[in-house]
């Protein structure tokens, strides 16, 4: 079965910090990979995803990602949080033809003002 | 356009117990799916569908059973309610024609005493 990893499981930055959190994943074949952010009481939501083409794939409220094959991750990157990005980041990955999206454990991010 | 409603917010179940979460869309979304979230574990699959009257297991599908008679709506039911059971349940929409770019409800509180 796929898994996916997240290593960083809460992360705790000052505004104007950047950030970088890690996903890692264990299929072999061809994925399509995506963020997904939950703001605190609200529901999941999507940031970013990749199907195909750039590696570097840019999302809503000035979050990119980028894919690395040979690595097998899609690290999520912001060279400036602010406050109200305080919320919980979870990696997807989605076999290509399949319906079953796997999900990292999460990681929580505190933006300090 | 209320998008994915899941209902009840909030439960607390005795042991043995039984109960229905209702999700209903008004997306016109065929495909949809319930996910449980638990601390440090993500969220997991437990069933999905592709379409009314069609229906399949996911990662953790075991204790519960769902049905899908029209497009709109999806409910889960746990028959006999365990503490295992504990967990926020996510439902979610979307996926055909646009895969893994899911749109979820606000989640529901189980809790299993």
């Known amino acids: 079965a796929q898994s996916v990893s997240q290593h960083n499981h809460h992360v705790i930055l000052s505004e104007a910090a950047s950030l970088e959190l890690g996903c890692n994943y264990s299929?072999?074949?061809?994925?399509?990979l995506f963020w997904y952010v939950q703001y605190p009481g609200q529901h999941l939501q999507l940031l970013l995803k990749y199907f195909s083409g750039d590696p570097l794939v840019k999302g809503i409220k000035g979050f990119e990602a980028e894919f690395i094959k040979s690595k097998f991750s899609f690290n999520l990157r912001k060279p400036s949080v602010q406050w109200s990005d305080t919320a919980e980041y979870f990696c997807a990955v989605l076999q290509t033809g399949a319906n079953n999206l796997f999900f990292g454990t999460g990681t929580r991010l505190t933006v300090i003002p | 356009n209320a998008g994915v409603t899941q209902t009840p917010k909030f439960r607390i179940l005795k042991i043995g117990q039984s109960m229905t979460l209702q999700c209903t869309q008004d997306m016109n979304h065929n495909y949809m799916y319930w996910y449980r979230q638990d601390p440090g574990m993500g969220l997991k699959l437990i069933y999905y569908?592709?379409?009314?009257?069609?229906?399949d297991k996911g990662e953790v599908p075991n204790g519960y059973n769902v049905s899908r008679s029209t497009t709109e709506d999806f409910p889960l039911r746990l028959e006999l309610a365990a503490p295992s059971q504990t967990s926020v349940y996510f439902c979610a929409v979307g996926g055909q024609g646009a895969p893994g770019e899911l749109f979820f409800g606000e989640g529901s509180r189980l809790t299993v005493l």
């Open positions: 569908s592709v379409g009314a009257g069609i229906t």
């Open positions: 299929y072999g074949g061809t994925v399509n």
